[in-house]
């Protein structure tokens, strides 16, 4: 059931710290917040980007790092220093002329708990919180920050016959080739 839904999605919409990245945060002297994101994640989400997936990323956090990396994915619609997820997601279905259906949310804690229930998929990371876990249609092998996007990116693509990118000169968005 849960792969057979896979292949009518149309948008991947995720949460940022904990999913895309391990949610650790390494701070610097002068205040700076650096986090971590998997190069696999990147290549599966900008190949996606490629192919037709719409992807979307919703964070309270802000960074302009963050919003640096994820554009540099080819991701357009990225939504930073969010008090409510769940009213920029639900705008953000009615701008692009999505169901909840066609929507797979990976949310790894409370405050992604709304969304996902809304979301006609929820998915999440293995370390996600038990709250999240319980409400998820699928709970990915790998630990946020790594490789779960991948994971899930991956699965949709194969079962939409989209995986394989013939062009060998497709970029991960980390700015080499």
Same mark, same amino acid.
């Given at each position: 059931?849960?792969?057979?839904?896979?292949?009518?999605?149309?948008?991947?919409?995720?949460?940022?710290?904990?999913?895309?990245?391990?949610?650790?945060?390494?701070?610097?002297?002068?205040?700076?917040?650096?986090?971590?994101?998997?190069?696999?994640?990147?290549?599966?989400?900008?190949?996606?980007?490629?192919?037709?997936?719409?992807?979307?990323?919703?964070?309270?956090?802000?960074?302009?790092?963050?919003?640096?990396?994820?554009?540099?994915?080819?991701?357009?619609?990225?939504?930073?220093?969010?008090?409510?997820?769940?009213?920029?997601?639900?705008?953000?279905?009615?701008?692009?002329?999505?169901?909840?259906?066609?929507?797979?949310?990976?949310?790894?804690?409370?405050?992604?708990?709304?969304?996902?229930?809304?979301?006609?998929?929820?998915? !999440?990371?293995?370390?996600?919180?038990?709250?999240?876990?319980?409400?998820?249609?699928?709970?990915?092998?790998?630990?946020?920050?790594?490789? !779960?996007?991948?994971?899930?990116?991956?699965?949709?693509?194969?079962?939409?016959?989209?995986?394989?990118?013939?062009?060998?000169?497709?970029?991960?968005?980390?700015?080499?080739?």
């Amino acid at each position: 059931m849960f792969l057979e839904k896979l292949k009518h999605l149309k948008a991947i919409v995720l949460d940022v710290d904990g999913v895309l990245t391990n949610g650790i945060l390494l701070l610097t002297e002068s205040g700076e917040q650096l986090r971590q994101f998997n190069i696999k994640d990147g290549y599966a989400l900008q190949l996606a980007v490629k192919k037709g997936i719409k992807i979307a990323a919703l964070s309270g956090a802000r960074s302009k790092g963050v919003e640096h990396r994820l554009r540099g994915l080819g991701i357009q619609d990225v939504f930073l220093g969010l008090d409510s997820k769940l009213e920029v997601y639900t705008n953000y279905l009615l701008q692009n002329d999505l169901t909840p259906d066609q929507v797979l949310f990976m949310g790894d804690d409370i405050p992604d708990l709304q969304v996902m229930k809304l979301a006609g998929l929820a998915v !999440c990371p293995l370390d996600a919180v038990e709250e999240i876990k319980a409400i998820s249609h699928y709970i990915s092998s790998k630990n946020g920050g790594e490789g !779960c996007v991948r994971d899930i990116v991956e699965k949709v693509l194969k079962i939409q016959n989209l995986w394989m990118d013939t062009d060998p000169s497709a970029a991960d968005g980390s700015g080499t080739v």
